[in-house]
């Protein structure tokens, strides 16, 4: 007994030693593999404690609103009417912080056509409104010309759960359609018009998988590493982009340029002759003016550390890089962090 | 709770001196059980509280409307209230004939050396977490569903609506079967408990009379009829609230068809996918007015049932005819 307790103290003012210096962090799961590889790398080097919490993109949001957090993360970037709440709630600004990239991939189950097939945002529009309704259709069949395509019935499956994948996906068709942008519009969940729930990109996937004839649509790590058969995709330029890591790099480094000052952008539909379009940055979540020194210190050296090595582990994890560009904007960004209106050395 | 004071002479001669470690221990107890009435309560009052902006908004039109449209804000739970009765209804309809045959196999006809391992098996069912069944739906019966059954369906009635529609193989119908299996052992298990109880004398009288096997066990059968009520009433409880396994089979599409080959959505689903995600006030609020609405539809089954029962029994004197 009086051993256990021994123990129980000396674990207790160990957890003291160490306390200080956790970061708290809660929000997307899109980016959990390389924030977990990032915060194990860094506690290696420094020490520094991080404990994130794969909550999602609202949750993540909700909790830095609500102050629970040192740091949230998100895959769609907050509305004006979030930030302000949580202006008047923490009494700072929340400055949005692109980590990674990530796409999201047509995926199908045509035994007939194969591996690549060749899509437009009309025909993706239309499929996903339900207006085509089968793989036969002239559409498909004019920009997959002299395949044979069969005269089959076109099975819809989409996310079922709330997603930053879904809001990326339908942001891409409410830029190249209005009608889906006037119909359906924009969201983590939307109405949709027709087709299948799945849960998870795994329900997508395992839905596609099975039923002949389906298109849905998933990351493009869960495709890349499921080796799933997945669409290229006309992109505003009028290229065929075959999507990876490149083309979504490439999406980036052409919307860098005009970047707005608070790096809150949609990517998708972007300009360029290489860029895949249905793209999106995830984002990290931080307090412009820190309430806490010894946070404030630890959370900016990381950020500098992710931005200067970390990003070296995105594509072994499926994460497209961001372009040097948009680092020199995210240093800056983080150069503006301050504690109690100093900037933090 | 009270002990009539004759009782109490009875069973303590001490009891006449107050007793201070009786009373403390009475208050405790009564502690405990007002407990769980005052957590009911709390639930229910935090559930109508912070979904007070959704029934401001949408009021009664909530239970009636079937759109569910959160980039619009607009919400109705009818499609979900469906889904969610639809489902545990053909659970049940699978489920009660099949969990009452094993029971009266197992204390009926089954030879001693059967009789423990079988019920093992099927208590076994009820330990397997939910997720498994959603796991083992998803990517085995479903493929059945859709290359075996529903293309049977389809092919010999499928003129009647209840089986109109392409085969999916996720949908009504899928979420109904996984549900029988998952509520199967509690029914097969309490109402064999129940028909063990059947007082052994009432079986011999009945066979002294020269009653057949059949009609022995049919007075077994109504002599338990409460407890196998009961016993589905569990089932129920359970089916209604299932959620991941449900999720993984259902097809999650809020649409009211009345073909079980369609794809349907749960309430409990619902509030799975879409709540981690849910940003806006009013979203949150409308999610929430489903769980209240959840919490009252489960009120409302376990309330009828304990009216059927409690009619069945005063109906009856001990027994009767089933």
Redesign the interface.
Known sequence: MKKFLMFLVVLFMANIATAQLQLNGAGATFPYVIYSKWFDEYQKKTGIQFNYQSIGSGGGIKQVIEGTVDFGATDGPMKDEQLAEAKTKQGTDVLHIPTVMGAVVATYNVPEIGKDLKLTSDVLADIFLGKITKWNDEKIAAVNFGRALPNKPIVVVHRSDGSGTTYIFVDYLSKVSEEWKSKVGVGTSVNWPVGLGGKGNEGVAGQVKQIDGSIGYVELAYAVKNDLPYASLKNKAGNFIVPSLESVTAAALNEAKKMPEDLRVSITDAAGKNSYPISGFTWLLVYKNQKDEAKAKALVGFLKWAFKEGEAFAPALYYAPLPKEVIALNEKKIASIQFNGKPIK | MDVSPELQKTVSPKSFSWNFGDTVFKYLTQFFASLVLLMILLMAYEMYASSSLSIQKFGWSFLTSS??????DKYGALPFIYGTLVSSLLALVIALPLGIGIAVFLVELAPKWLERPFSFTVELLAGIPSIVYGLWG??IM??WL?STVEPFFSKHVGFIPLFEG?P???GMMAAGVILSIMILPIIASISRDVLKAVPISQKEAALALGSTRWEATRIGLSYSRSGIIGATILGLGRALGETMAV??VI???PVIKASLLE?G?TMA?VL????????SEMYISALIEIALVLFVVALLVNASARLLVWSFTRNSDTGGRL
């Open positions: 759109e569910w449209d959160p980039v619009m998803f990517f479903v493929p859709r392409a999916y193989g996720v999720t993984m097809g999650n599409r794809p959505y689903s799975a996918n879409e709540f981690t995600e849910a940003t």
